[in-house]
């Protein structure tokens, strides 16, 4: 379904900015799995870290079990819970079965956070959740704290033997970022990552989407999604890719606060691009 | 105030609402030989890579003690630069070492380093502020003064500063006794002068008749009512928005105004709205205690003590009502022509104004 879109978005898309990463003092802080490996060997152990910074720099987030609402893996066609010990980094931890791609799956329970209004508003920007303030304007709230409750909904993918049909299937994240092929296949094209992000299960646009390369956080590019809730990147280098996106919406009246953010990322290692059929090795 | 607002804050990690908290400790403390210290205790692989994408290097992974030691150590001095230890506003530069590196073979188990960092106090340095560069998540900093008395655990936000703290003398942990006052006076002066709201339930509940015994009866179903949400919203087991508490709060006292001018006597159902009522004052209540914290070793005394402030604001109310008005002119034929009546309808228009405000507000 997105494909076409996708692929109107490509072009454009491959422009869009590449610029290097901030440091600025915005406190939005992206949260995304960092396993110990992203392409284990059948029957390894793997870690399953948690991660809170910004530019695809953070900290290590110990497992805290009272913030989780899910911490799954699906591997081959089933799905199990991520297990840990509790207050410690890695969060959690798996045995890799190496069959097809695995799709780890992280969901948290919400935590409320406020921030002056300035801040607020910054971090608004520094998102891409120019409409929140214009909403907020729009309210009369531009001098009131931004009063939120943030939920967390991170995916990884571990490379496995074959691809994975469940790696463009949603896992069922409230926000979530699905990609349209597998990005860890080593045979399909690799300049590309085309996928969809999905609110409440159904496509989002105009949602800022952003990804950052693990080797060189300066390589950053941005777009956003278009009707169908598709974009489309150029992700020029192999290695490990971070892609994420934040959504906000009024809290309901039933909620302690005024906004609900959902933070979505997915993580995965893009392998180096295969010769076309005929090419020569240049060697 | 504001020094019972930090105490309260310190004691709560809980209080603490921004992000994640990560892995990261600090114990911070200032010497009697005129150096200050810190051991951080950080994620030593998340440590090497911030440091390497701060001076553009490769990020490195998979490395052993041996190896990933020796990155740290490379990257020692940009690490130093990242810790800002300042006395007086003047800057302290820090010097740092590597204390201890703990990584297991088992991937599964902790690794963590331990970092030294030291540096010179000024002479005659009054206040000292710590702000760590390279930290994300939610983080504890253990502050200890020159005169070693007892550790101040502060949260912080990421790369956020402290707020200035005395070099030389510890801050003395309050005692229950103290803390027990201070809620009692904040209970007290969230109901006088903060809360006109509350006041106007009261005087509300307090005009209907000059009879004590139903009086009492609204008071205490009052009562009762707001210290079962107060518990149970500060325990976490009720929750309602503001968004419905606040307006609710300003059509009971609509209500109660309103049935003043209709009737003078106390209805049945009178003491079960006063309960019902009290129910949302308590989650009202609730709001602003959170907002203060409670400390987490002194969480019941504080939660009643912040309550007993509250009743004894409503008894104050009561009988400066009484006293000012009841007790001159309560058997005069015009009581309640001249004083219930249009104090009821002031109060309920009042409580009007603040029902539209408070949902077009939202």
């Known amino acids: ?283 | 105030m504001k020094r019972l607002l930090l105490v309260a804050l310190l004691l709560l990690p809980g209080a603490a609402r921004g992000h994640e908290i990560g892995t990261t400790q600090v114990r911070l403390a200032m010497q009697r030989d005129g150096t200050w210290s810190a051991l951080i205790t950080t994620g030593p692989q998340a440590l090497a890579n911030k440091l390497e994408v701060k001076t553009r290097q490769p990020r490195s992974s998979d490395l052993d003690a041996a190896a990933l030691r020796a990155r740290l150590e490379q990257l020692i001095d940009p690490l130093a630069e990242e810790i800002d230890v300042r006395f007086d506003g003047a800057a302290s530069p820090a010097r740092a070492a590597i204390d201890t590196l703990e990584l297991p073979p088992d991937i599964t188990l902790p690794s963590f380093v331990v970092l030294r960092a030291t540096g010179a106090i000024p002479p005659q340095a009054h206040t000292v502020t710590w702000r760590y560069r390279l930290a994300y998540a939610t983080y504890s900093l253990t502050f200890t003064a020159s005169d070693q008395g007892s550790p101040l655990t502060l949260w912080l936000e990421g790369d956020a500063a402290t707020e200035p703290l005395s070099v030389a003398v510890s801050a003395t942990p309050p005692t229950r006794l103290e803390i027990v006052w201070q809620y009692l006076q904040l209970g007290f002066l969230h109901i006088i002068p903060e809360g006109l709201d509350h006041i106007l339930f009261v005087l509300g509940i307090f005009l209907l008749t000059t009879k004590l015994r139903p009086i009492l009866i609204q008071v205490t179903a009052f009562t009762v009512a707001h210290s079962i949400t107060l518990g149970l919203t500060m325990y976490g087991i009720v929750s309602l928005s503001p968004r419905i508490v606040e307006p609710m709060i300003s059509l009971s006292i609509v209500y109660v105004a309103v049935e003043n001018i209709v009737t003078a006597t106390l209805t049945p159902w009178r003491p079960a709205l006063v309960f019902a009522f009290g129910l949302l004052h308590g989650m009202g209540f609730a709001d602003v205690l959170r907002e203060l914290g409670l400390p987490r070793n002194e969480f019941i005394p504080a939660l009643v003590s912040f309550n007993v402030g509250i009743e004894l604001a409503q008894l104050t109310v009561i009988a400066a009502a009484y006293l000012s008005v009841a007790m001159w002119w309560r058997d005069k034929p015009w009581y309640r022509a001249r004083i219930v009546i249009p104090g009821s309808a002031l109060i309920a228009a009042i409580g009007l104004l603040w029902t539209v405000q408070r949902i077009a507000g939202f």
């Open chain 1, 1 to 283: 379904m997105p494909s076409a879109a996708a692929a109107r978005l490509a072009a454009p898309a491959l422009l869009t900015v590449a610029a290097l990463a901030t440091m600025g003092p915005a406190r939005a802080h992206d949260f995304w799995i960092e396993p110990s490996t992203f392409h284990p060997a059948a029957g390894t152990t793997v870690t399953i870290g948690l991660r809170a910074g910004q530019n695809f720099v953070g900290d290590p987030v110990p497992r805290f079990e009272r913030g989780i609402e899910r911490f799954v893996v699906r591997q081959d066609g089933s799905e199990q819970p991520v297990v840990g010990i509790e207050n410690v980094d890695p969060a959690g931890f798996l045995q890799a079965r190496g069959g097809s791609t695995a799709v780890i799956a992280y969901a948290s329970t919400g935590a409320p956070i406020e921030l002056p209004a300035a801040q607020f508003e910054d971090y608004l920007r520094q998102v891409g959740l120019e409409p929140i303030i214009e909403l907020r304007a729009r309210r009369g709230e531009r001098a009131k704290p931004g009063r939120e409750r943030f939920y967390r909904y991170a995916k990884a993918l571990l490379t496995g033997e074959r691809t994975s049909a469940a790696v463009t299937q949603p896992v069922g994240l409230a926000y979530e970022i699905v990609p349209d092929t597998d990005p860890t296949d080593p045979a399909a094209p690799q300049n590309i990552l085309r996928g969809r992000v999905l609110y409440a299960n159904k496509p989002l646009a105009g949602a800022l989407v952003e990804a950052y390369l693990y080797s060189d956080p300066s390589v950053h590019f941005a777009t956003r999604s278009d009707a169908g809730g598709a974009f489309a990147f150029a992700l020029p280098r192999a290695g490990i890719w971070l892609v994420k996106s934040v959504h906000m919406a009024r809290a309901s009246i039933f909620s302690s606060a005024d906004w609900e953010s959902f933070w979505a990322s997915l993580t995965f290692e893009l392998p180096a691009a295969r010769p076309p059929p005929g090419a020569q090795d240049p060697r």
